[in-house]
């Protein structure tokens, strides 16, 4: 979503407004979310372990800049009725096997798990982009035991293409290579 494709402005901020939950464009100060979700040891037990703050605020630093250039769209998400965000989702560029894909992952609070929050955000951020014909093709990678993480891939129509290895923040982890096709 760029500047000119926002459906809505809150405050100067893109808002995306699906049923159940509202999905924002992350800003500046959002970067207290992630660093919230990726130092904490249970969130961050599939990719490899908590993230440094300073490695944290340069990947949220780059992902807005990614998405000033319409590469990126970093979405918070805000469940309705609830003033704080219960997580995020983001496709991204990605590299994978010597070549640039739009990867998309997402992170949900533990005290908003198990609602099926992160399961209607994928699908809202996939429908939006393949309304918008944007990124072509989305690439998952889930660890190959984070069963709630695939079954999100599943659930939203991913093709499970294979297990393979994949490097996240200087770690190698084992992934299931998930696909799917927009448009």
Same mark, same amino acid.
């Given at each position: 979503?760029?500047?000119?494709?926002?459906?809505?402005?809150?405050?100067?901020?893109?808002?995306?407004?699906?049923?159940?939950?509202?999905?924002?464009?992350?800003?500046?100060?959002?970067?207290?979310?992630?660093?919230?979700?990726?130092?904490?040891?249970?969130?961050?037990?599939?990719?490899?372990?908590?993230?440094? %703050? +300073?490695?944290? @605020?340069? #990947?949220? &630093?780059?992902?807005?800049?990614?998405?000033?250039?319409?590469?990126?769209?970093?979405?918070?998400?805000?469940?309705?009725?609830s003033?704080?965000?219960?997580?995020?989702?983001?496709?991204?560029?990605?590299?994978?096997?010597?070549?640039?894909?739009?990867?998309?992952g997402?992170?949900?609070?533990?005290?908003?798990?198990?609602?099926?929050?992160?399961?209607?955000?994928? %699908? +809202?951020?996939? @429908?939006? #982009?393949r &309304?918008?014909r944007?990124?072509?093709q989305?690439?998952?990678?889930?660890?190959?035991?984070?069963?709630?993480?695939?079954?999100?891939?599943?659930?939203?129509?991913?093709?499970?293409?294979?297990?393979?290895?994949?490097?996240?923040?200087?770690?190698?982890?084992?992934?299931?290579?998930?696909?799917?096709?927009?448009?």
């Open positions: 979503m760029t500047a000119r494709e926002c459906p809505a402005r809150t405050n100067g901020t893109c808002v995306y407004h699906p049923d159940g939950m509202k999905l924002e464009m992350m800003t500046e100060e959002d970067v207290e979310l992630r660093i919230r979700e990726e130092t904490d040891p249970g969130m961050m037990a599939e990719l490899g372990g908590p993230r440094s %703050r +300073e490695d944290i @605020e340069r #990947a949220h &630093a780059r992902s807005l800049a990614l998405a000033a250039e319409g590469e990126c769209w970093p979405l918070k998400v805000i469940p309705d009725g003033t704080s965000p219960a997580g995020e989702v983001a496709i991204f560029p990605s590299s994978h096997d010597g070549e640039t894909v739009y990867e998309i997402w992170m949900i609070l533990p005290e908003f798990q198990n609602r099926g929050i992160a399961s209607q955000a994928v %699908r +809202e951020v996939l @429908e939006k #982009a &309304a918008e944007k990124f072509g989305v690439h998952a990678f889930p660890a190959v035991t984070n069963g709630p993480s695939n079954k999100i891939c599943e659930k939203n129509g991913f093709t499970n293409l294979r297990e393979c290895e994949v490097e996240f923040a200087g770690r190698r982890l084992r992934c299931n290579h998930w696909r799917i096709y927009l448009f």
